[in-house]
């Protein structure tokens, strides 16, 4: 068959046609395969695998770095950037951790502290790696590595508010120290690392919203008499307490306060008070010196608070009832108690013999031995048999019983 110059250039076209579109189809395969994700990408030389922080426990130090990469890759696969910044992924991580911590009910520092903390932690992980290429078949650059895992894996990433080793005599301030019912958990979560975050406590939650109902309902009634006691003086009026406890007004300042707020019942501000928090132990004392009961107690301090203005009827917040006095002869009896058995009830003992000694004797210029027969009393203090030391009488005989 003999070919004409138009059936090559035919055969020539399709041929450059089928090459093109096998390279289009190899070039697609590669990015492809450049864009997928293998164990080899998402695997750390140090940490390992990378994945997510637990919901049922604090994170240790390796399970935020875990995290921390986990979310680098993800922020780095979405986009078209080549490395997300340290804030950026650091933002995201420490919302998760903060959310683990106050799902356990433990007070912890600032965001910005926390940053600063990964931060640091950070940059201790970026100095290990920095001669891994020239250095990782290195058997002590392995062992270092293993020591910074080891390490990672005990040590709890630790943002607590209060760093008090004993948490039960913690000196923190009030809002900073771990609640009591959390001291366990975070203690365990330090050092052993056994306990889990568990579901809902239905009790504390109620016992919490009872508690945060009463703080509101206290503060509404503060706002709520200190906004009528200024315009009570605003307005020039005069409250008097009655003995029966009621308010009343003189005609001018009623007629002007009433035109303000007529439903406001100003009786309620005599029965608005805080709670008594100073200590009474000189008074606990003296009640119990003197065997007055509880209520008479309370009746006689009041009166003489009474007596010297600190009660009045706009102001209760100094008034003593029986059940405070009750806690403070409890208080007190345990301190006393505990004062007195630290001190040691101690006996002194005698005991002792006519005994021969060498002495010098100075007759003129010169010294001469001589022995004479002295009475040595020994002193021994009970319990333990200690030994005080011992005495000699300049003259008479030390007559024992």
């Known amino acids: 068959m003999r070919l004409t110059w138009h059936s090559f250039d035919l055969y020539w076209c399709v041929i450059v046609y089928l090459r093109n579109k096998i390279m289009a189809e190899i070039d697609v395969v590669k990015k492809v395969n450049s864009k997928r994700t293998t164990r080899k990408v998402v695997t ?12 049922n426990v604090l994170p240790t130090y390796c399970d935020v770095m875990k995290a921390y990469l986990l979310r680098k890759h993800e922020l780095k696969s979405a986009s078209d950037r080549k490395e997300p910044s340290f804030t950026e992924v650091a933002n995201s991580v420490i919302s998760d951790i903060e959310n683990l911590w106050q799902k356990s009910s ?32 290195d058997a002590k650059y392995k062992a270092k590595i293993e020591d910074f895992l080891v390490h990672s894996m005990s040590q709890l990433f630790d943002i607590a508010a209060c760093k008090c080793s004993d948490t039960a005599n913690c000196t923190c301030e009030k809002e900073r120290k771990v609640p009591a019912a959390e001291r366990n958990f975070l203690e365990d979560q330090r050092h052993g690392r056994r306990m889990m975050i568990g ?33 009570a003086e605003a307005k020039g009026t005069c409250m008097s307490s009655s003995s029966s406890g009621e308010e009343e007004m003189s005609k001018d300042g009623n007629a002007e306060v009433e035109a303000v707020d007529s439903d406001t019942d100003y009786s309620a501000i005599g029965q608005i008070s805080t709670q008594m928090r100073s ?5 606990a004392r003296e009640c119990d010196r003197h065997g007055v009961s509880d209520r008479c ?21 100094m008034v003593i009832d029986r059940s405070k006095v009750r ?10 108690q505990s004062t007195s058995l630290k001190k040691r009830l101690c006996g002194i003992y005698f005991d002792g013999r006519k005994d021969k000694t060498r002495t010098q004797v100075k007759r ?26 011992h005495v000699t009488p300049d003259n008479g005989t030390f007559i024992f019983p």
């Open 199 to 231: 579901g809902v406590d239905v009790k504390m939650t109620q016992r919490l919203q009872q508690r945060n109902k009463r703080k509101n309902m206290d503060f509404e009634k503060r706002a709520k008499f200190l906004a009528l006691q200024s315009t």
């Open 297 to 317: 107690a309370a009746a006689l301090a009041t009166a003489v608070l009474q007596d010297v203005g600190l009660v009045t009827g706009n102001d209760c917040a």
């Open 364 to 389: 003129g210029k010169k010294s001469y031995p001589k022995i004479v027969v002295k009475e040595h009393i020994t002193l021994v203090q009970e319990p333990n048999s200690e030994y005080l030391g």
């Open 44 to 55: 750390d030389p140090v940490f390992g695998a990378h994945s997510a922080m637990s919901a």
């Open 106 to 137: 433990i007070p912890i520092i600032t965001h910005q502290k926390v940053m600063e903390k990964l931060k640091l932690y950070h940059d201790r992980y970026r100095n290990l790696l920095r001669p891994y290429k020239g250095r990782q078949h």
């Open 327 to 336: 806690r403070e002869r409890k208080r007190k009896r345990k301190e006393l």
């Open 279 to 283: 200590p009474l132990s000189n008074l």
